[in-house]
């Protein structure tokens, strides 16, 4: 491996799984406040997730310019609060069984659609690689791939919650099928997370060696 490479790969490839967590915050406090409030709930969930999208914009702001995930955050978010309180009961309560799962499925095919063009993992790789590698080969490939990964990691647990709530929808009585609800639920969830995560942090390697 030569200088160069080494040294773009060590910027290109160093991407923390931890700061891309960072960026769906708003997301994580949504979905762990509205499933605490549930239906009645979801728009002041939405709320409060706004307001974090807010801050992380006003930080971004001061830094660099807003990241593609707190825009679609302050987008998803503010249209599902206002829908919610104006909406009222009805509204409230299609959010909650509905709109949850949603908000999911699109984050997950916003960042799919955006992957290759505008990978969103590239702005925060760009916080810890200097300009001059920011349009290598190298950057591009790692990030257009873990952007795409990422993609269908959300996409994945968004469309993991709408099975689960359109089996509640269809359940009979207050039964429900535990397994597959702990499957949906926890397992299935942890075990994207992982992947993702644990892609993150070997593939920059994988593909430097490969190179060489």
């Known amino acids: 491996m030569t200088t160069h490479a080494a040294h773009e790969t060590s910027h290109g490839g160093s991407l923390s799984a931890l700061s891309l967590i960072s960026g769906f915050?708003?997301?994580?406090?949504?979905?762990i406040i509205a499933q605490r409030l549930a239906a009645d709930g979801v728009a002041w969930s939405a709320l409060i997730a706004v307001a974090m999208t807010v801050v992380a914009l006003v930080w971004d702001r001061a830094r660099r310019s807003p990241t593609q995930l707190n825009l679609y955050s302050m987008v998803l978010f503010t249209v599902m609060a206002v829908a919610g309180f104006v909406g009222g009961h009805e509204v409230d309560r299609w959010l909650f069984e509905w709109g949850r799962p949603l908000v999911g499925v699109l984050l997950g095919l916003a960042i799919l659609a955006t992957a290759y063009g505008r990978p969103f993992t590239a702005e925060y790789?760009?916080?810890s690689t200097p300009q001059e590698y920011w349009t290598s080969p190298l950057f591009l490939r790692i990030n257009r791939t873990l952007s795409a990964v990422w993609g269908v990691a959300v996409a994945l647990?968004?469309?993991a919650s709408l099975v689960v709530a359109a089996l509640d929808a269809h359940a009979v009585g207050t039964d429900s099928p535990y397994l597959l609800d702990l499957a949906l639920?926890?397992?299935l969830p942890i075990a994207v997370i992982v992947w993702a995560v644990r892609f993150t942090n070997t593939y920059p390697d994988?593909?430097?060696a490969a190179q060489h």
């Open 25 to 31: 915050l708003p997301w994580i406090a949504f979905t």
């Open 125 to 127: 790789a760009k916080q």
């Open 157 to 159: 647990l968004g469309a």
């Open 185 to 187: 639920n926890w397992v």
């Open 206 to 208: 994988r593909v430097t």
